[in-house]
């Protein structure tokens, strides 16, 4: 079933619609400004996009190296502000993730996806940007 938002925003539409997790986020203040329902699996009922909080968040070596690749990434994005495509392992699962900057209620943002892959074989990181 496809949902119409009240005010019929195209990037509405698409990030309520979206399969997979959907985010936009603040491009300054990392503030979560619209979400779809699968991303809170990721990101809980967080209200900003903080890895550094994430990290301090956990103990365990693993999850903290892969939240480290996740914000390497992050930072990537925002110096290039150039679309941007990974691969990246979280909880030995590997998830195809892309940013795209846009603007949102006259806001620069960007759109977040992510996407899990299901070929388990190849659990690897990697970065197109």
Do not use: G, W
């Not at 400004?33 to 909080?53: A, D, G, Q, V």
């Not at 914000?71 to 993730?97: G, H, W």
């Not at 209620?105 to 659990?123: G, P, W, Y």
């Amino acid at each position: 079933m496809y949902y119409v938002s009240r005010d019929n925003c195209p990037i509405t539409n698409f990030v309520i619609n979206y399969s997979d997790a959907a985010l936009v986020v603040n491009l300054e203040t990392r503030e979560i400004m619209l979400r779809n329902t699968k991303s809170t699996e990721f990101f809980s009922n967080i209200s900003h996009l903080k890895y550094k909080e994430f990290i301090m968040q956990h103990s365990d070596p693993l999850i903290i190296a892969n939240l480290e690749y996740c914000s390497f990434i992050d930072r990537l994005f925002q110096e290039k502000l150039t679309p941007t495509f990974a691969n990246e392992i979280f909880a030995n699962k590997c998830y195809s993730t892309v940013r795209f900057l846009i603007s949102y209620k006259k806001t620069s943002c960007f759109l977040f996806l992510i996407n899990e892959r299901d070929d388990k074989e190849q659990l690897l990181n990697n970065i197109i940007i």
